[in-house]
C-alpha cells in the first residue's frame, strides 16, 4: 500500500482538525464538555500508570478499573433511552434491551480476573458497544416507523443525532486507548 493511499484513507475516516471540530458543531456543548470531561479520568489514571507507577501503581491500575465499570453501566444504559425516545426497528427493540444490560454484567465480570485482564476486556467492551450501536442504528433507519420518528425531529436535533456517533467514536476510542495501554504496564 502506498503512502498515498493510506494517506488518502486517514483523511477519509480522520478529518482535518477544522472538520473534526465542526462535527461537534450541532451537538449540545453540555453533552460534548461532560463526554470530554468524562475522558480525563481514563487519560489521566493512564498517564499515571505509566510514568508515576512506583508506589501507587496497585491504587492507579484498581482506580482506572473500576472508573471504566461505571461508564460501561452508563454506556449500556444508553441503549433503554433510546428505546424509550424513539421508534427503533422490532427486529432491535429487544436487542437494544437486553444489549443495555451486558456492558454492566460484563464490568462486573472483569473484576474476577486479574486487573490487566479486566481492563483488556472493559477495553474490548467499549469497542463492541460502539459497533453495536452503529449496527442497531443501521437496522433502525431502514425502518418506516422509525423513519417516520426521524422525520419529525427538528434539523438541529437530526444533526445532534448524526454527529453522535462520531463524538462516540472519538469518547470509545480514547477510554479503549487509555484501558489498553495501562493493561500494558
Request: hydrophobic residues 50%; neutral net charge; contains cysteine.
Amino acid at each position: 500500500m502506498t503512502l498515498a493511499r493510506v494517506a488518502n484513507l486517514l483523511e477519509k475516516f480522520m478529518p482535518s482538525q477544522k472538520n473534526f471540530l465542526a462535527y461537534f458543531s450541532h451537538i449540545p456543548s453540555l453533552v460534548v464538555i461532560l463526554g470530554l470531561g468524562g475522558l480525563i479520568p481514563f487519560v489521566g489514571l493512564c498517564l499515571l500508570i505509566i510514568f508515576y507507577s512506583e508506589v501507587w501503581y496497585a491504587f492507579w491500575l484498581s482506580c482506572l478499573l473500576q472508573y471504566g465499570a461505571v461508564i460501561l453501566s452508563f454506556v449500556g444504559a444508553l441503549q433503554w433511552g433510546v428505546v424509550q425516545k424513539r421508534n427503533v426497528h422490532q427486529k432491535t427493540f429487544s436487542l437494544r434491551l437486553i444489549w443495555g444490560v451486558m456492558p454492566a454484567l460484563i464490568a462486573w465480570m472483569s473484576f474476577q480476573f486479574p486487573v490487566w485482564t479486566g481492563l483488556r476486556i472493559q477495553a474490548f467492551t467499549f469497542m463492541l458497544c460502539y459497533c453495536f450501536e452503529r449496527f442497531t442504528d443501521r437496522v433502525d433507519s431502514q425502518d418506516p416507523l422509525a423513519l417516520d420518528t426521524l422525520h419529525n425531529q427538528s434539523e438541529e436535533n437530526l444533526e445532534w443525532m448524526t454527529n453522535w456517533m462520531t463524538l462516540r467514536l472519538v469518547l470509545t476510542t480514547v477510554a479503549s486507548f487509555s484501558l489498553l495501554m495501562a493493561s500494558y504496564y
